[in-house]
Structures are given as structure tokens and as C-alpha cells.
């Protein structure tokens, strides 16, 4: 399934993706719920809800896909084509973002003359950004901070489905309610006069988040699906356009560590909850500060006021953006 967070007047809504339709989830249970297969009275209209009530949720949303496959113009249907899309997850419950990929990583150092870190190895690390600072598709306000030296990240997140803490990792894929394509655009210039500080990045990451333009469950990518000691990987394509023209290309599955790895490593001693969003980290040659570094640009390339971003992973969909200066 493919659930989307979209705007109806001024009211956020939860749908499902169907064919080029969005249906309502709470609209069309209500329409639908005389029939004796629903296990809900009620559905939610709001994704962090559905969420919270976990396989109940989707076994109506289920239902619901299936009720409405071949169906057209019901009140509860609207075409996709005319939606606004927020954020598949609008208010993630924490958000945390890794550091999978170590094509990523290796060129990064090395761009800056440093060896590779032996520690990638050893711990599949993350830090934590603001939850409360994402987008979904469309305009991405910046102030002019920002613009300097503005970059994206191709990224894919993940979303918690169930509450648990000191997941293994031989369990933790059964935490992951569905998958998402992410943007962690950076103000690379802020990012690198802080990190000297050596506390990470805040103010170089925390304006903005881009997340969507639908959360893909799990099930939905079996067909791509690499099982391995450490959990899944996906067999998926990463690309990112800069105003219609590619600039980044690379692989899900070319993550080190796996989302299983990093949901162990982050709910040891913590508890992780339903709403949670982990991010990948960016993948090899998914940013203008790694390639930049490795001279495929040069003038070094930027993101400027007015440019359109697009990130796009096979199955995820394509999460495009424009970046719109507003304010000093």
C-alpha cells in the first residue's frame, strides 16, 4: 500500500494511492464499514494514528485497497493529479538520520584528505534532526544562511510501525511499517563552520526536511527484497535531478549497514515509537558537497533560490522540490 498525508481545504488528510486516485481512509471506511470484514469501528485520519493502532489499521486499509481498485469518481476518491501532498509522515514522533552508505563516506573523507574512519565498521551511527521541520513535496523555504553553499542529500527512510526497545536485528524489519524517499538538504557553509566545534550538525540541517511523496509498505517491495544476515536490503534505483537534468545515481541496496543494524544499534536502552523516521544516510555521489569534491563539477555546483530538485527511488516515487528564498 501506498499511503499518502494530503491537504482538503485547510484539513490534512491520510489516504491510500490507488491506480491515480487518492482515497480517503477515513471516508471511504465509513462508506464501506457494513461489511462484517473490518476490525476497526473507526479509521483514523491521520497517519500517526493509523500508526499507533498498527496491524488493525492495516488490515482495514487492506480491505479498503482492494474494495476500491476498480473504482472511479466516489465521493471519497480524488484525482491524484489534483492533490496537494504534505509529507507522507507530517510530524514524525523523532527523526534520526544514519550514515549507511560508505561510498558516501570514503569520498567525502577523501575529498578532504583524510583516510577512511576505521569506526564505520564498527557502529552503524546516527544522528538526530528536527522532527519538526518537514516538508512533503513542493516549496522549501530558505532564509539566506541556507543558500550558502545549499545542497541536497539523496536519502530513503524508513518509518517505525511498532513500539520496542533493544531490538535485535534479526528482528527489527518487522518494525518497519514502510519506506519513504527523503531529502536532508544542508547548508553546507553553516554545516562545516559548527562541526569545528565537534558536536555535529544543528544549524546546517535542522531548517528543512523533505519526506514523500508516499510511504510505501513493506510488503509492497517484496519483489526487490535481499534477505541477509544482517536484514533486508532493496534492490532499488537512486537517481536526483537539478532543474530536469541527472546528477546523482546510485543503489539502495549499496547501504553497508542495513536499517536493521541501525534500529539496533538506536533503540538500545531506548525505546523507539510508532511515527519514528530513520534516514539512510545520503548514498554514494547523492550530494554536490561529495561531488563537488570529487571534481565531476567544476565551478563547484550548488542549489540556488528557484531550483527543482528531484529525488526519485524505484517504487518509493519521485519527491520533487523547489527551494524558495524568504527571508534574510
Known amino acids: 500500500m501506498k499511503f499518502v498525508t494530503y491537504i482538503s481545504g485547510v484539513q490534512e488528510r491520510v ?3 490507488i491506480n491515480s486516485s487518492i482515497v480517503d481512509l477515513e471516508l471511504a471506511h465509513q462508506a464501506l464499514r457494513d461489511s462484517n470484514a473490518f476490525h476497526l469501528g473507526y479509521m483514523p485520519d491521520n497517519i500517526l494514528d493509523i500508526l499507533d493502532l498498527g496491524e488493525a489499521a492495516l488490515h482495514d486499509a487492506r480491505i479498503i485497497e482492494n474494495a476500491c481498485a476498480g473504482l472511479e469518481d466516489e465521493s471519497f476518491m480524488i ?19 544514519g550514515y549507511a552508505f560508505r561510498q558516501h563516506v570514503e569520498a567525502a573523507r577523501r575529498n578532504r584528505g583524510l583516510d577512511m574512519i576505521p569506526e564505520f565498521d564498527e557502529i552503524p551511527i546516527f544522528y538526530f534532526t528536527n522532527h519538526n521541520a518537514v516538508t512533503g513535496p513542493g516549496v522549501v523555504e530558505v532564509q539566506d544562511m541556507h543558500l550558502n553553499q545549499c545542497d541536497f542529500e539523496l536519502e530513503c527512510a524508513i518509518v517505525i510501525g511498532k513500539e520496542g526497545t533493544n531490538i535485535k536485528a534479526a528482528d527489527a524489519d518487522e518494525y518497519i511499517f514502510g519506506y519513504t524517499v527523503m ?26 526536511t523533505s519526506l514523500g511523496p ?18 533486508e536490503k532493496y534492490q532499488l534505483a537512486m ?3 537539478l532543474n530536469g537534468k541527472e546528477v546523482s545515481r546510485a543503489d539502495l541496496s549499496d547501504m553497508s549497514w542495513t536499517f536493521a543494524q541501525i534500529i539496533e544499534r538506536a533503540s538500545y536502552g531506548v525505546t523507539l515509537y510508532p511515527g519514528d523516521v530513520i534516514g539512510s544516510g545520503t548514498c554514494g555521489t547523492g550530494c554536490f558537497l561529495e561531488l563537488n569534491g570529487s571534481k565531476v563539477f567544476n565551478p563547484p555546483l550548488w542549489v540556488q533560490d528557484g531550483d527543482t530538485v528531484e529525488c526519485e527511488i524505484e517504487m518509493l516515487g519521485t519527491l520533487s522540490n523547489t527551494i524558495e528564498r524568504v527571508g534574510p
Open 15 to 17: 489516504g491510500l494511492l
Open 79 to 97: 484525482p491524484a493529479a489534483h492533490a496537494e501532498l504534505m509529507s507522507p509522515v507530517p510530524r514524525p514522533t523523532s527523526m534520526r538520520d
Open 183 to 208: 531529502n536532508d538538504w544542508s547548508a553546507r557553509a553553516l554545516q562545516m563552520h559548527e562541526m569545528k566545534l565537534n558536536l555535529g550538525p544543528a544549524k546546517g540541517k535542522d531548517f528543512a
Open 214 to 231: 508516499w510511504l510505501v509498505t513493506r510488503d509492497e517491495l517484496a519483489s526487490r527484497r535481499i534477505s541477509t544476515p544482517n536484514g
Open 239 to 241: 537517481t536526483a535531478r
